[in-house]
DNA sequence: GCCGTTGGCTAATGACATTAGCCTTTGCGT
DNA sequence: ACGCAAAGGCTAATGTCATTAGCCAACGGC
């Protein structure tokens, strides 16, 4: 019998792919094992188990959507910044249905990789604030605030918590310009 | 054998508090049926399936939510009316952990009292944008927005997603002022 | 080519959800 | 009181999924 050629690799890029499709809760390791053509406890040579994979795909997307964060504040400042990063959070979100709710879970502090993904995605929210003249402290509160504009927008959104039949990439766009009023006269920051 | 003398509504409030003891993912039918003391079985006959009961239980969770909110909301305007719905909120996640998340299940049309109670929810932010003169398609967005940025800091909160020391409660006071701030420069809105 | 490691497999176990079918309790109408 | 239908328990059986144990072939380095 002729080996499958998989690889831990493989296997994560894998589980996104279809946590994408069926969604994050119904990712399991069955439907997995099927989808690559081998046996459900194959898949066991190459995570410990259900939760470790869990955590790996995580893992990846926190770490895709920290590159596409930190890309799209690239060369920008401000309000500009602000709405690049904003736009590129909700893109990502929509694309990786499956994906975007594992980037939720806390990062695993043995998966130095994991920290560091989860460390620049913030790290581009920080960016933003420093633009607007937002440190320290304060950078802390604003950098909540923003991930919690963000998040629960995408995430209500995504849940399909939204009924009514307005356009919603219009309410997003309200919620961002309202972030930039909000930031602006943030305490601590400088108003434009 | 004695009768347990259960009815879907003890079954359904049973149900919530082992969510919010053992997490909203975690709330079984065995540990729900070996809690009450009865067969597993025997909850279907009192709700349908595991999905159901899923359902009634956010239909509950969503009805202690919104009472709370408009009790919060009553009597006040403005900023006023806005601060107390906003810790309302998130009080009622943080002593719910399990209920919480569980209001965030779409209501089920089938279901008028769910639908009821999403309704009345939302009502209680549309009471407020109301104060500050928010109306009409602006406050469709509006209301997304102030139910994003609560929804997100809350469940960020919850699923551990503020790493950093800094008080959370502090931050997320700064948020409700940043959301007073945004919503009087609101499109369509009256300034202070 | 030999041999250890690796990556597949099957089989067995255990949690949970679901359905079928049985049997007792309950309570209502007479 | 009584009879009886409905309601509310139960056990047993089935299916899905996660997990562990243990087998065996393929691969790769020497």
Redesign the interface.
């Given at each position: 019998m002729p080996r499958a050629g998989l690889n831990q690799q493989i296997v994560v890029r894998e589980a996104a792919r279809l946590a994408d499709e069926v969604g994050w809760?119904r990712l399991t390791l069955a439907a997995l094992a099927a989808r690559l053509g081998v046996a459900l406890p194959s898949l066991y040579k190459h995570v410990r188990n259900a939760d470790a994979l869990a955590q790996k795909v995580s893992a990846l997307a926190t770490a895709e959507l920290a590159a596409e964060l930190t890309t799209a504040a690239a060369g920008r400042a401000g309000t500009d910044a602000l709405r690049a990063v904003a736009a590129a959070y909700r893109s990502y979100a929509l694309r990786h249905p499956g994906r975007y709710p594992a980037t939720?879970?806390?990062p695993d502090p043995a998966d130095p990789e994991h920290v560091t993904a989860g460390e620049r995605a913030v790290g581009a929210i920080y960016a933003i604030l420093h633009g607007y003249g937002i440190t320290g402290?304060d950078a802390?509160?604003?950098a909540?605030?923003v991930?919690?504009?963000?998040?629960?927008?995408v995430?209500?959104e995504a849940?399909?918590?939204?009924?009514?039949p307005?356009d919603?990439g219009?309410?997003y766009d309200?919620?961002i310009e309202?972030?930039d009023?909000?930031?602006r006269?943030?305490?601590g920051g400088r108003p434009s």
């Open positions: 809760p939720q879970q806390v402290d802390v509160d604003a909540r605030g991930r919690s504009a963000l998040h629960g927008f995430s209500l849940a399909g918590g939204f009924g009514l307005r919603v219009r309410s309200h919620l309202a972030l009023v909000a930031l006269s943030w305490p």
